[in-house]
């Protein structure tokens, strides 16, 4: 039996320290730059940052190793438990300041950040050449570093970010993570180290663990206290949930969604570890996003649902007032609030950023654009993709690979406003969506459907960023477009895309025209019957349901009436204007005009909107004499048209001629709301 005074047994610190050997993985450009400062390159001071979670202790622990096999003395500070003032941290960290060999580790600095500057200025310069300190923190080293020439040539910053794709891998086999999990673990963590430790403990000890993971609340609870830790108030909370939930925030969007304080908490969010920055805001790591995003939509749904819509709000009014040359991001960034979304997530990459530019047509493209047409698809094709290029240059766009400057696909949105001869027989896919039309919902004066066509080489089609750019161009026109009536999608391959177009309201119609004997599938929209506002608010009701229709909220579907219908419609309502039961039934209160009335409901919605046009005719001298004639009929409630004419001192025939003149006066004005949108002008 062993004394107890034996030294030779295992120890349980010897047990944790090769366990985390095992796990322990990369950072091969970390570990050589503290090699050089080790052996003596001249470096006294390196200074490693990264958001919390991202492996700074898990690397300190390696340098301590490294350096107690170099046989060099190590004294390690942890900011978690020191005392922040000079007194205590010089009390703990005496040894570099006496011994040239000593090697100083600090963890968790940014517990004790008040310290850099006295750090800089009146500890360090008081080590012994030979001595080496590493900082380990959250935060940057503050830019006095760099622009003290001085510190130029011994403090060297690493910025820990997460382990590539390969070292993600092997830290789970290290952790003992069966492969068939590594896809959903590394979907969830990326390479964050703590993410995927987290995941990896959890799902080693799952036994109904299956490609379909996610990870539990506790999981994500534990990530949030470790990567965000404490914040200062709910308002910064609130920023910070609406930072995660946007692809990109800016100032003026955190204004939209928070109106108090929005710069000072945009300031704040700038400064937070785990915060980038690009030219389109500030944005979370990934990690730190998916974590805020999963606890808000367990903890509090509706405030959820409220961030949402907010957030969402501002970015369609931006899509619909950007220049053209900021559409593609702004609807991109829209369209990011959807990536839960399983039909969206599947076709959107969110990735690949620079590699594909999207450019304007010009004149010396259409050689290209023929070839590449006729290898994308058809020479029929080919031959369409010439005749409306020659036609509608502008409606073109050209997608090339930033690498080589080389188009790999290109888009058209063909608007079309009436049909032309020559157009439908040269292209059977637009006589197709004429027919269509004029079947379905024909177009009604100053409005145009519009024809989108894709050319995409074979290795650019399906996930990537190619066509990431092509939809987002495709939803910038539907949902900018100005009296629109149809849009109409041409696909060659219509079954692999059919759930994906039905799921935002495209559907195929039953004709399929041929080019070259290969059908294509035409897909349509008519938004008039759905505008964009109703369009957009069912993908939302999609998001917050989990992609479910709901029952009691059918989607949104308005009457498109002709001219002469609508004008049938205004007529009844007009003498069914004390009958609420009457008006409920008129096409009308399905029509554009009563869109997003605030009247508690249809009929009452209509009523209003009558007497309204009625009494707009008072204002003007003109119609003065039908204001009085329409007003007495429909709105003084007499009995019949004769009693009327009484009432106004007026003969039979000239109180008809004005009630006639102020019906269609009113029915001019409304359907110019109807199909504009706007107030018919004086």
């Given at each position: 039996m062993s004394s107890g005074t034996d030294q030779n047994f295992a120890t349980l610190g010897r047990r944790l320290q090769a366990a985390r050997e095992r796990a322990f993985v990369g950072r091969e450009e970390e570990l050589a730059a503290f090699r050089s400062a080790l052996y003596g390159d001249g470096l006294s001071v390196l200074y490693v940052h990264g958001p919390g979670g991202v492996g700074k202790s898990a690397l300190l622990r390696r340098f301590a190793q490294e350096a107690t096999a170099a046989g060099r003395p190590v004294i390690r500070v942890d900011g978690r438990t020191l005392d922040p003032s000079p007194a205590a941290f010089e009390a703990e960290a005496d040894l570099v300041l006496r011994d040239e060999r000593a090697v100083l580790l600090v963890d968790t600095f940014e517990r004790c950040q008040g310290l850099e500057g006295w750090l800089r200025e009146r500890f360090l310069p008081r080590t012994p050449i030979g001595a080496l300190v590493i900082v380990a923190g959250r935060t940057a080293p503050d830019v006095q570093w760099e622009v003290d020439a001085g510190w130029m040539e011994s403090m060297k910053a690493i910025s820990l970010s997460d382990l590539p794709l390969?070292?993600?891998?092997?830290?789970?086999?290290?952790?003992?993570?069966?492969?068939?999990?590594?896809?959903?673990?590394?979907?969830?963590?990326?390479?964050?180290?703590?993410?995927?430790?987290?995941?990896?403990?959890?799902?080693?000890?799952?036994?109904?663990?299956s490609t379909r993971w996610v990870p539990s609340q506790e999981v994500v609870a534990t990530l949030l206290d470790q990567l965000v830790g404490e914040v200062p108030s709910p308002a910064h909370r609130h920023a910070l949930?609406?930072?995660?939930?946007?692809?990109?925030?800016?100032?003026?969007?955190?204004?939209?969604?928070?109106?108090?304080?929005?710069?000072?908490?945009?300031?704040?969010?700038?400064?937070?570890?785990?915060?980038?920055?690009?030219?389109?805001?500030v944005f979370p790591h990934d990690v730190v996003r998916e974590a805020l995003e999963a606890d808000l939509r367990w903890r509090d749904p509706h405030g959820y649902a409220a961030v949402?819509?907010?957030?969402?709000?501002?970015?369609?009014?931006?899509?619909?007032?950007?220049?053209?040359?900021e559409v593609l991001p702004a609807v991109g960034a829209l369209f990011h609030l959807h990536r839960d979304n399983a039909m969206t997530a599947e076709?959107?990459?969110?990735?690949?950023?620079?590699?594909?530019?999207?450019?304007?047509?010009?004149?010396?493209?259409?050689?290209?654009?023929?070839?590449?047409?006729?290898?994308?698809?058809?020479?029929?094709?080919?031959?369409?993709?010439?005749?409306?290029?020659?036609?509608?240059?502008?409606?073109?766009?050209?997608?090339?690979?930033?690498?080589?400057?080389?188009?790999?696909?290109?888009?058209?949105?063909?608007?079309?406003?009436?049909?032309?001869?020559?157009?439908?027989?040269?292209?059977?896919?637009?006589?197709?969506?004429?027919?269509h039309a004029r079947a379905t919902a024909p177009l009604r004066p100053d409005e145009h459907l519009a024809i989108g066509r894709t050319w995409v080489l074979a290795p650019y089609r399906g996930n990537s960023p190619v066509m990431d750019l092509i939809q987002w161009r495709a939803v910038g026109y539907c949902l900018r477009a100005e009296r629109m009536a149809w849009s109409y999608m041409a696909m060659p391959d219509p079954d692999s895309s059919r759930d994906y177009l039905r799921h935002y309201g495209m559907t195929e119609i039953s004709q399929r025209p041929r080019l070259d004997d290969e059908p294509y599938g035409l897909f349509a929209h008519d938004w008039r019957a759905?505008?964009?506002?109703?369009?957009?608010?069912r993908?939302?009701?999609?998001?917050?349901?989990?992609?479910?229709?709901?029952?009691?909220?059918?989607?949104?579907?308005?009457?498109?009436?002709?001219?002469?219908?609508?004008?049938?419609?205004?007529?009844?309502?007009?003498?069914?204007?004390?009958?609420?039961?009457?008006?409920?039934?008129?096409?009308?209160?399905?029509?554009?005009?009563?869109t997003g009335h605030s009247a508690p409901d249809a009929a009452s919605a209509l009523r209003e909107?009558?007497?309204?046009?009625?009494?707009?005719?008072?204002?003007?001298?003109?119609?003065?004499?039908?204001?009085r004639a329409m007003s007495t009929t429909f709105l003084q409630g007499a009995p019949t048209?004769?009693?009327?004419?009484?009432?106004?001192?007026?003969?039979?025939?000239?109180?008809?001629?004005?009630?006639?003149?102020?019906?269609e006066r009113v029915c001019e004005d409304l359907w110019h709301r109807e199909v504009h949108g706007t107030d018919h002008p004086a």
């Open positions: 390969q070292d993600a891998r092997a830290m789970l086999d290290a952790r003992g993570v069966a492969p068939d999990l590594h896809e959903p673990l590394l979907a969830f963590a990326g390479g964050h180290p703590l993410a995927l430790s987290l995941g990896a403990a959890v799902a080693v000890k799952d036994e109904k663990a949930e609406v930072c995660a939930h946007a692809y990109t925030t800016t100032e003026d969007l955190l204004r939209a969604a928070l109106p108090d304080d929005a710069a000072s908490l945009f300031a704040w969010l700038r400064r937070l570890p785990f915060i980038e920055s690009s030219s389109l805001g949402h819509h907010r957030v969402h709000a501002h970015l369609a009014a931006r899509v619909r007032d950007a220049p053209d040359p076709f959107h990459t969110w990735r690949g950023e620079g590699k594909v530019q999207e450019d304007i047509f010009r004149p010396e493209d259409t050689s290209a654009l023929v070839r590449l047409a006729a290898t994308a698809e058809t020479q029929a094709s080919a031959a369409g993709a010439a005749f409306w290029s020659a036609r509608q240059p502008a409606a073109f766009r050209v997608y090339r690979w930033t690498e080589t400057g080389d188009p790999v696909a290109f888009c058209a949105w063909l608007r079309l406003e009436e049909p032309v001869e020559e157009e439908i027989a040269a292209d059977p896919i637009t006589a197709a969506a004429w027919a759905t505008p964009a506002e109703a369009w957009l608010a993908l939302n009701r999609l998001l917050l349901s989990g992609g479910q229709e709901h029952p009691a909220t059918p989607p949104v579907r308005l009457a498109v009436l002709s001219q002469p219908q609508f004008a049938a419609a205004i007529r009844q309502a007009l003498r069914g204007l004390a009958r609420p039961a009457s008006l409920a039934t008129n096409p009308l209160t399905r029509s554009r005009l009563l909107l009558l007497e309204q046009a009625i009494e707009a005719q008072r204002d003007d001298p003109r119609a003065a004499k039908f204001h048209q004769e009693v009327a004419a009484e009432r106004l001192g007026l003969p039979f025939t000239t109180y008809r001629r004005h009630l006639s003149a102020g019906i």
